[in-house]
């Protein structure tokens, strides 16, 4: 620990982190570090891993990312989908005593569940509310909560960061389950001090494309490289993907990188002027389809697919391989067609200097290329086969 961090305990109080060990939790981390915030975060034990040693672990994976050393945080071992988050009697006097801010990033992926006691239902709401309950029993008036900008649902047109509940419906339950946590914070929990961020779809670093996770826009990029990994090649070096592609290739993907979105939270966390908004932490420039298919067919070299619009491939016309394809994406098929704009003024106005970088065609190379060589998570989708009725013809 430096000097100057060790002075700055003196005169702060402490942050809670939740979610500390996710993606966006970890460039917290980080990113509070270098503003000096004093931290805490709470962590739970998985497997035979003790809570501290995940925290030793990722603090060690920074300091080698880094070449220099970043303060340890407390852990503080519990679980946000418990009563008093788990804490121990002496856990939570220390919280009580030392801390005065709260930023809560932990958060289920899962996009259905089976009912509402289990994900993300259990995480994102329940947890959600354990999270409030205990500031409120703690003395800790700030609450900083990290959203989706998908608490929209199913609208359309321009959304804006005052919108909230405008009777819209869901894709799913995970959308669900975040807009009702942000409704009953704003309602019910008795919060001093609010704040909501609404990061768009969250990707990986946009220097290095460094992810730990891979939902969302990654099941295009692991259904393309499965299908490679499996095709025959001509003597180009080229393989054929005969799919037709639902879209026009103009739709916007809201796309935008951890690291800046990490950036954004841990520059507005630290200034008390900009608390109570709702930022919507979203792309002034938004990713185009033809942009991803682009560097999906430059990095993997295929060719065959075309954008035939919504209605250029009816089912009963689909060829095995495009079967399977629609299959694989099934989850995330309500995503495609449309997506909403969303204004960001409030994110804007507070940190001029911080645009969201652009992900365009070499953006979207990064992301395949650290996917590809992490093996989508170190095995991810090593189990995943080609039914032999799609494979490509030796």
Not at 243 to 254: D, H, M
């Amino acid at each position: 620990m430096t000097a100057s961090y060790e002075e700055s305990l003196k005169h702060m109080g402490f942050t809670i982190l939740t979610g500390a060990t996710g993606l966006l939790g970890r460039y917290l981390i980080r990113d509070f570090a270098r503003a000096g915030v004093p931290l805490a975060v709470l962590v739970r034990g998985r497997g035979n891993q003790s809570a501290e040693a995940r925290v030793d672990s990722l603090i060690a994976d920074w300091d080698g990312q880094m070449g220099e050393s970043i303060p340890r945080p407390i852990c503080l071992a519990g679980d946000v989908n418990e009563p008093r988050l788990g804490l121990s009697s002496a856990s939570a006097r220390w919280v009580a005593g030392h801390c005065d801010r709260l930023v809560h990033s932990a958060a289920s992926l899962a996009f259905f569940g089976a009912d509402r006691a289990r994900e993300p239902w259990l995480s994102n709401y329940t947890g959600t509310i354990n999270v409030a309950q205990f500031c409120r029993g703690s003395g800790i008036r700030e609450f900083h909560h990290i959203s989706t900008a998908y608490v929209c649902g199913t609208r359309q047109g321009v959304i804006y960061e005052s919108d909230l509940d405008a009777g819209q419906e869901f894709r799913n339950d995970y959308e669900q389950c975040k807009f009702a946590a942000e409704r009953w914070l704003r309602q019910e929990s008795g919060v001093e001090s609010l704040t909501v961020y609404r990061p768009a779809v969250i990707t990986g670093d946009s220097r290095t494309g460094y992810t730990t996770t891979y939902q969302g826009i990654y099941r295009f990029f692991q259904f393309t490289w499965l299908l490679s990994q499996q095709s025959s090649r001509g003597a180009d070096g080229r393989w054929d993907l005969p799919v037709r592609i639902r879209l026009t290739g103009e739709e916007r993907r809201n796309l935008v990188p951890v690291d800046w979105v990490s950036s954004v939270i841990a520059r507005l966390v630290t200034r008390p002027a900009s608390h109570g908004k709702t930022y919507h932490l979203t792309p002034a420039i938004p990713t185009r389809s033809h942009q991803i298919e682009q560097a999906l067919s430059d990095y993997f070299r295929y060719r065959g697919t075309a954008f035939v619009g919504p209605d250029g491939a009816p089912d009963a016309s689909l060829s095995d391989m495009e079967r399977f394809f629609y299959e694989y994406i099934n989850s995330h098929e309500d995503y495609l067609s449309s997506e909403p704009s969303f204004d960001s003024s409030n994110t804007a106005l507070e940190v001029p200097d911080l645009p969201c970088p652009v992900i365009d065609v070499a953006g979207i190379r990064r992301l395949v290329d650290f996917g590809v060589r992490d093996r989508w998570g170190k095995g991810a989708v090593r189990s995943a086969r080609l039914p032999d009725r799609a494979r490509q013809p030796g």
